[in-house]
């Protein structure tokens, strides 16, 4: 165990705490974020378990009362960061809660969160009493998703914007750029100003972005018009592999609370969701997990990393594990003699690939401490390891950026790392890969 690297990561999360929850990084995001608070949760609770709670409490304080959970909670006032909650205007929604939020959600991670959390404290009362608090508002969340995301009850829900699926501008969404105009916005970026504009989504790509928010704000944030007429319509696998791995860890820890009639409701959305996945999202040719236009009713036949994270969620077949696994050796993600550090964030074999430029390439630490966490679930302890000492070399050589470059060749060249610095979900999940809880 790296202490003296620890420590470093401590630190980053100290100076990120701001009295109840932690900021992504400074100025560049000021707020609380939905599943950046999930992962920076599991740096705390081998820290200060408290803190740990703490965050999961500030952001169910956004949950609205239909159990959506935003992927913004605006606790504290800040002109750093564009949109805020003037553009979101999640008032609009008679489910909105009284304190300020975004009007979209981000992947699901707080029910296997939770789960981490409960394994990892040593005071199993004190744990069982905060599980007992915030179970029902998780499985909440969960019964918002399978009741208003799935509009054919296929098993597998939704996202009606990019914001949703983490992964902003992966290239994915070019496709769906292409199917509809949108006009020209004021864009009062901060994020531009503040790190690499060359390395952020464009203003054309931002306009999208936009709209699509004016567009729900019109209809007032309301499922069935969103469903109806969004434009973005995308089953997405990082997404619904977060939720299925959620309901698996909600369906542990209801168990163990008595929550009978949630673990069986849980259990028939997961039965469900899984076979989805396999027959639907699964691409033999391609040899992993791709994406689903809804709207225009296609696949998108496209490798990123959030392929390769239904086995965290221990979805594949085993037949379908090793199609997935030979992309990280001697294939595509890992280059034919391993000049890539594992795992680019889009594939490197596509003319859309872009080493710099945020979701379009670059590595980034929480998708990859879900691939390690998966490939140890399936026993490829080789190609685990693999990934584990590429992420840790990144963070040692760098310190705790935002995202970094997925060539090794590249990075003989380079000082820093992308994004901005002192990232707390890069920091939180160095700490949880340096002591090892699996």
């Keep these: 165990m ?6 470093k990561a401590a630190n980053v999360l100290e100076e990120n705490w701001k009295n109840g929850f932690t900021i992504p990084c400074e100025g560049l995001y000021p707020f609380q974020w ?5 992962f920076i949760a599991l740096g705390w609770m081998h820290l200060n378990p408290e803190r740990a709670q703490m965050e999961i409490r500030s952001l169910l304080k956004g949950q609205w009362s239909n159990g959506f959970i935003p992927h913004i909670i605006f606790h504290n006032p800040s002109d750093t960061y564009y949109p805020g909650p003037k553009v979101h205007q999640a008032s609009l929604s008679p489910h909105s809660p009284n304190i300020p939020t ?16 409960h394994q990892n404290s040593k005071d199993t009362q004190a744990s069982l009493a905060f599980l007992e608090e915030v179970f029902d508002a998780v499985f909440h969340n969960h019964h918002y998703f399978y009741t208003n995301r799935d509009p054919k009850g296929e098993g597998l829900v939704y996202i009606c914007h990019n914001w949703e699926a983490g992964t902003d501008n992966t290239p994915v969404w070019d496709d769906i750029w292409a199917t509809f105009e949108v006009p020209e916005y004021d864009l009062p970026r901060r994020d531009t100003q503040l790190i690499d504009a060359s390395h952020r989504p ?40 977060m939720l299925i791995a959620s309901n698996k860890s909600l369906i542990r820890l209801g168990t163990e609370l008595g929550r009978t ?22 691409d033999d040719a391609l040899g992993g997990y791709i994406y689903y236009d809804l709207r225009n009713e296609c696949s998108l036949p496209y490798l990123s990393s959030s392929s390769f994270t239904p086995l965290f969620a221990e979805i594949p077949t085993p037949q379908q594990a090793v199609k997935l696994i030979a992309h990280l ?11 890539r550090y594992l795992c680019a964030s889009f594939d490197p074999t596509s003319p859309r690939y872009n080493s710099e430029k945020y979701w379009r390439g670059p590595i980034w630490i929480n998708l990859n401490w879900l691939i390690y966490n998966g490939l140890l679930r399936y026993e490829f302890s080789d190609v685990a390891e693999t990934l584990k000492n590429d992420t840790l070399s990144l963070i040692e050589k760098y310190g705790f950026y935002e995202y970094f470059e997925p060539s090794k060749r590249k990075n003989e060249t380079l000082s820093k790392g992308y994004g901005g610095h002192n990232f707390s979900w890069s920091a939180a999940l160095t700490i949880d890969l340096l002591t090892n809880t699996q």
């Design 202 to 241: 464009t203003n054309k790509e931002y306009a999208y972005y936009i709209h699509l928010i004016e567009l729900f704000k019109k209809w007032k944030y309301n499922d069935l018009l969103i469903a109806e007429k969004s434009p973005f319509l995308i089953q997405d696998p990082l997404f619904n592999s």
């Design 329 to 339: 050796k001697n294939g595509r993600f890992s280059g034919k003699n391993n000049e």
């Design 261 to 282: 009639d949630a673990v069986s409701q849980l259990q028939g959305w997961n039965d469900h969701a899984i076979q989805a996945m396999n027959t639907k999202l699964f």
């Design 34 to 38: 939905n599943w950046d608070a999930g």
């Design 2 to 7: 790296d202490n003296a690297l620890i420590q």
């Design 102 to 117: 975004s009007g979209i959600t981000q992947p699901p991670v707080l029910g296997f969160v939770l789960e981490k959390i």
